[in-house]
């Protein structure tokens, strides 16, 4: 099979703790043992929310306007009057103003801004959100649930019906958001080639969708990508070991990666790097590569690359996707992607179509270099270290979640 065989056969809704994401764990699990592996599912348990309804309405004239209930948070009924929040930081806000409110606001709903509103006393928040994504299903994560999920009404509204609603003026609206939470069971599949030695370079690729979305480009694309990469290196010996890691319910919050994470915290030490393959398809943009680590893996990676003529655009910065739970725990790591034109994740038109097969071998390949020439190297070519800076930023990322 050629990567874009891949995509296609996983490009349907594979929303995390769902049946037709522990379909797609078992489609890899047949690829990887076709191939020659010995896969196996990890699995753990998540806090699933299925979205029930959601509905704005203007008090006096009946007319509605359709919204998304925000995943983990409280569901119910509410009437109030509207006011919009775009300021850049939430100490710019004055609390007193937004007391028995309903929020329009562009902020995602972090725990800054979710602090901010139940503190202050707001009703209800509504994140605008771009119009392809009128139907994606936000998800609060874990952690930021059970904080302050349950204080506060959260949802989102497209766009155009966020801009018809305050033209509308209204004095007053109501809002009702309803989802069944319930606890469910992920898995991430996992498959390892042996080494000489007990060190390990991991690789990673989330196999999950967002609930209105077939996923596509986010990610079916990094999932075949990985196992174009495992189909390649399958027989070879290197001196560290070489792990991959399709990870589950990436789009709830990393939780396939943080509960690996856990389950392998004994071998933290041992890792490396983690190479992670999120969003692809495009042949069009260059190739971004995520670092976080020191100057010196980014100047290893970028060295890698431009050797073997990929022209990638090397950063230090974090990404959010399954690096970050290793590298919380010391752990550099390097994300690999590529968006760009008809990038259309999270929404139910990343389809295969936007997908090109050309640029997903590209980001295989560039996995490959950088994963073959860190697992054969008796001495690791650059500080296996975390910046005090980007630790900072890494765990930044992880208090606002």
Known sequence: MQPI?????????????????????KLISSWLSEMGYKPKLEHFHIYDAVVKAGKLALIGSGKEFPVMPVGLSKSGYVEGKLTIVHAPEPELVDKNSLRDMIVLTSNPPRRKWLKLFVEAGAKAVLVVVANHREKAVMMLSQALAEDLGKKIMVGSIAYKHAVKLIEEKPESVSLSLHHEVKLSES??????????SERLVVLTAHYDSTPCSPGAQDNAAGTAELLEVAKKLFGKRFFRRVRFVFCGSEEKGLLG????????????EKMDLVVNLDV?????????AKTIGTDELKSFVKAALFEHGIPAEVRMETYSS?????????VPSVSLGRGGVEYKAH?????????CNVALVEIANAAEVLVEKVANARLLPFERRISDEMRKKVEDYFQQR
């Open 5 to 25: 065989d891949y995509v296609k056969a996983l490009t349907f809704v594979r929303r995390g703790g769902s049946e037709q994401e522990l379909k797609a764990a």
């Open 187 to 196: 898995q991430n599949v996992v498959a390892e080639l042996p080494g000489e």
């Open 257 to 268: 990666s943080k509960a690996h994470v856990a389950l392998h915290a004994y071998e933290l």
């Open 280 to 288: 692809g398809g495009n042949p069009f943009v260059r190739i971004f």
């Open 322 to 330: 399954d690096g970050m739970p290793f590298s919380r725990y010391g």
């Open 347 to 355: 929404s139910p038109y990343d389809t295969p179509d936007a997908v």
